[in-house]
């Protein structure tokens, strides 16, 4: 099966198919649609190197994926990838993944640029001062960033989530509520969204006349071994927090544990709230004591991404170019006021 | 920075550095490590094009993502594809990933290698009778699987762990502990891992003259989410099973917290063994219970499949085409002798 019988069988140009299959705004919905149909019952293989010589594309996103030993993977990362991938299969898009040493980073996405082998870069794991955005801007190539650098100018394209005020709003909850021991469980501290979101709770805290002392903020990887350790060492302090901020529901499920053994109800002894992704394998809302969360998909970040760098280089529609999405801070059992025994 | 001045700078041959960029094996440990190094701090970039014209290679392993609305992303997925990052990056590999609908997985894969983007084709998520086995040998392009499909002669590469063997060790242990009444909480029912795992079983029961009833088998996605509705309904059952075999410690993560709520302590009213992929994010040491689990690291697994799937592009060493690995049965303290009050 070739573009020709394919086009034949179909009753339309060659030129149309062609169109259809490249993405080109000028073909309607319902054809693109017919073709999509007749490429999958035909097995038609369009020859991706005369597709790229006829339309100067790759059809692809590049990406970086830090990946060491010792470095552990990313639930978080998977989640992602997959809403980059619902949108991406829309369009017959692939990625490209150089994985690259977390310190190499900078380097690695501009050899996967050079390798002319990505129509566009898509960029994460953001750090202060971050030296791969003024890199990006010297080339050429389009590119969207999952969240925002810390210390340059915010003149790129991105898409973050208002982590200062996701976790503003959840401190002040509990502040609200009377607690006046605060400790927050936090991503890795180079990391751009746990620097924000500690700076969030601080300011809330300081509208309340409270404070975060250093020896109630634990950085770490997000996984439940860290949550619990975290929650481990706050419960050994002297004034022990009644109120826990956490950057993820996979580091509650730890914390929660270690509250448990303590024999401490959550809800009543101690209150949590967490940053909830909404990981499909970890919900907020099952936990034994549904969790209080701000809540933001992170496929549905993954989706929008992709559909912005896939409109930019097919010209399909003009969207936004910086886009900073609020959290939802949802209220389950897991907040209550701050316990008696406990005054200020 | 070009290849002659990077060449100039080591004081090593062109021929040298471009053998040592490109991993052939006759470039010694020490040299390599001092190109690598060069090309790091320089920032010298390789002209992949170029490299690919001289090679014949594109440098890239091609996956498949499944993927689609109302389909979960796969917390095991990151997991293995940062093990194939880990052996990639050595060698200076990157990935090609088509995101595909579940259902379209064979064409894409086809799509994949008629792009002539990739070098080599790793294969997961096998079912019965997977259409993608012909296929591929019917190309020329190498492929390692991961898993094994069923119902087809076993003649192609492949790494997969010894399921039915798992499961069968994990029920002999329960049955040789006096219980009678076993249920599962498996994967989705049409992977081939979930099929063996069930024979396994079943097996080990037979031996022992029990039986494992279809409303003790519980397939489905592997979320907390199941794995607690899986356990519910177990629980509700006239005679509930007393042992439990689950396929992922992400599922008995939901199943613990359903015996939880019922009030029944693990280990001694019921017991569980649970399959561990040694996901970082969730280690069965620290369930409050320990789980007793069938390990077999999903990250390790990734590592091999890359290592192998390079040396063989690269002619770097012969390595096994066909792998089984044993898991090991690591008894912790949800297992125990079956209740008194359960007799036979």
Redesign the interface.
């Known amino acids: 099966m070739n573009l020709k019988q394919l086009s034949q069988l179909l009753g339309l140009s060659q030129t149309t198919v062609s169109r259809a299959l490249n993405g080109y705004p000028e073909v309607n919905a319902e054809t693109r649609r017919r073709v999509l149909e007749a490429v999958?019952e035909t097995?038609y293989?369009p020859?991706?190197?005369a597709q790229r010589l006829a339309t100067g594309r790759a059809g692809?996103i590049g990406l970086v994926?830090p990946?060491?030993?010792g470095?552990?993977?990313?639930?978080h990362?998977?989640?992602f990838?997959?809403g980059?991938?619902?949108e991406?299969?829309k369009h017959d898009?692939?990625?490209?993944?150089?994985?690259?040493?977390p310190d190499?980073e900078a380097?690695t996405c501009?050899?996967?640029v050079?390798?002319?082998?990505v129509d566009a870069i898509f960029l994460a794991y953001m750090r202060e001062k971050d030296p791969r955005i003024p890199m990006l801007k010297s080339l050429k190539t389009p590119f969207v960033v999952h969240g925002r650098t810390i210390g340059v100018p915010t003149d790129y394209p991105f898409l973050d989530i208002d982590n200062t005020g996701a976790f503003y709003d959840a401190a002040r909850l509990l502040a609200q509520l009377g607690h006046r021991h605060f400790a927050l469980i936090n991503g890795p501290d180079h990391l751009a969204f746990a620097m924000r979101r500690k700076k969030g709770a601080k300011r809330a805290l300081a509208e309340h006349g409270l404070t975060l002392p250093e020896e109630c903020i634990y950085h770490a990887?997000?996984?439940?071994?860290q949550g619990?350790q975290a929650m481990e060492r706050f419960l050994r302090l002297d004034t022990p927090p009644t109120a826990i901020l956490c950057s993820s529901t996979?580091l509650a499920?730890?914390a929660v544990?270690a509250i448990?053994?303590a024999g401490l109800k959550l809800g009543q002894d101690i209150s949590l709230i967490a940053h909830d992704d909404v990981l499909?394998?970890?919900?907020p809302e099952?936990?034994?004591v549904p969790l209080t969360t701000t809540r933001s998909s992170l496929?549905a970040a993954g989706q929008r991404i992709a559909q912005r760098l896939i409109a930019g280089i097919l010209n399909l529609e003009v969207l936004p170019q910086q886009e900073l999405w609020k959290t939802d801070l949802i209220v389950r059992a897991s907040t209550g006021p701050a316990p008696a025994g406990k005054p200020a």
């Open positions: 999958r097995g293989r020859n991706r190197a692809s994926m990946t060491a030993d470095i552990y993977s990313d639930v990362f998977g989640e990838l997959a980059l991938g619902d991406a299969v898009f692939h990625f490209v993944i150089n994985p690259s040493h190499d380097a501009r050899k996967l050079a390798s002319g082998n990887r997000m996984t439940d071994e619990f996979v499920l730890g544990r448990n053994q499909p394998m970890l919900r099952n936990f034994s496929r």
